[in-house]
T-cell receptor, first 117, second 112 residues
Framework: EPEVTQTPSHQVTQMGQEVILRCVPI?????FYWYRQILGQKVEFLVS????????KSEIFDDQFSVERPDGSNFTLKIRSTKLEDSAMYFC???????????????FGPGTRLTVT | GEDVEQSLFLSVREGDSSVINCTYT??????LYWYKQEPGAGLQLLTY?????DMKQDQRLTVLLNKKDKHLSLRIADTQTGDSAIYFC????????????FGSGTRLSIRP
C-alpha cells in the first residue's frame, strides 16, 4: 500500500541553524501539507500546498518557514533560523490523487522529530 | 475559535466495545475524522464522516455525529489488543479548504 515517507526520522540542530525536512508524498497525490506537534500539545496545521504554491498557511508559518516541491517526488519544509521552540514532531501529509481520491483524505507520514539545542 | 476536545485516557477490557468521545466548537465543520496513532508511527486515517451524515459504519468501527450537540464518537466493537493506540478526533472547518484541526488524542489501553 502506498505511504508517505519522511526523512530523517530524527534531526538535532543548534539554534540559529537552517534545517530541511524531507517528505515523499504518495505518488499520485496533488495536495501536500505540513503539521507539527510540540511535545504534550495538539497536532497543529502549518501549511498546505497545491499546484506549486501555498494554498493555505497558519499563523505559525511565518517568514522563517518555507516549502518547496523541488522535483516530482519530494516535498520539503525549510526552517531558516531554528529556535528552541521549533522543537517538535513534524508530520507531512498528502491527499487527492489523479484517480479522483478526495482531497480531504489526508495520509500522514511517520514524522521527523526535530530537536533544537 | 475552532477547537476539538476529547478525554485523554480510556481503558477497556479485551472483547468489550470502546467508545471514544469528542466535542468540537465549529458548527460549520465540513468533515470530521478519526485518526489512529500507534507508537513510533504516523497518523493513520481510520474513518471520516461528512457533516450531513449522522452515522457511518465500517466493519468494527461506528462513527456517530450529533451536530446539535457538536459531538462525535467512535465505537470500536470487540476491542482487541491491536487496538491499543492514541485516537485523534479531528475536523476540517468550513472556513478552510485544506487544514485539519486535531484534538489532543485519547490513549486507549486494553485490559486482558
Amino acid at each position: 500500500e502506498p505511504e508517505v515517507t519522511q526523512t530523517p526520522s530524527h534531526q538535532v540542530t543548534q539554534m540559529g541553524q537552517e534545517v530541511i525536512l524531507r517528505c515523499v508524498p504518495i505518488s499520485n497525490h496533488l495536495y501536500f501539507y505540513w503539521y507539527r506537534q510540540i511535545l504534550g500539545q495538539k497536532v497543529e496545521f502549518l501549511v498546505s500546498f497545491y499546484n506549486n504554491e501555498i494554498s493555505e498557511k497558519s499563523e505559525i508559518f511565518d517568514d522563517q518557514f518555507s516549502v518547496e516541491r523541488p522535483d516530482g517526488s519530494n516535498f520539503t519544509l525549510k526552517i531558516r533560523s531554528t529556535k528552541l521552540e521549533d522543537s517538535a514532531m513534524y508530520f507531512c501529509a498528502s491527499s487527492g490523487g489523479l484517480l479522483a481520491e478526495p482531497p480531504y483524505e489526508q495520509y500522514f507520514g511517520p514524522g521527523t522529530r526535530l530537536t533544537v539545542t | 475559535g475552532e477547537d476539538v476536545e476529547q478525554s485523554l485516557f480510556l481503558s477497556v477490557r479485551e472483547g468489550d466495545s470502546s467508545v471514544i468521545n469528542c466535542t468540537y466548537t465549529d458548527s460549520s465543520s465540513t468533515y470530521l475524522y478519526w485518526y489512529k496513532q500507534e507508537p513510533g508511527a504516523g497518523l493513520q486515517l481510520l474513518t471520516y464522516i461528512f457533516s450531513n451524515m449522522d452515522m457511518k459504519q465500517d466493519q468494527r468501527l461506528t462513527v456517530l455525529l450529533n451536530k446539535k450537540d457538536k459531538h462525535l464518537s467512535l465505537r470500536i466493537a470487540d476491542t482487541q489488543t491491536g487496538d491499543s493506540a492514541i485516537y485523534f478526533c479531528a475536523e476540517t472547518p468550513y472556513s478552510s479548504a485544506s487544514k485539519i484541526i486535531f484534538g489532543s488524542g485519547t490513549r486507549l489501553s486494553i485490559r486482558p
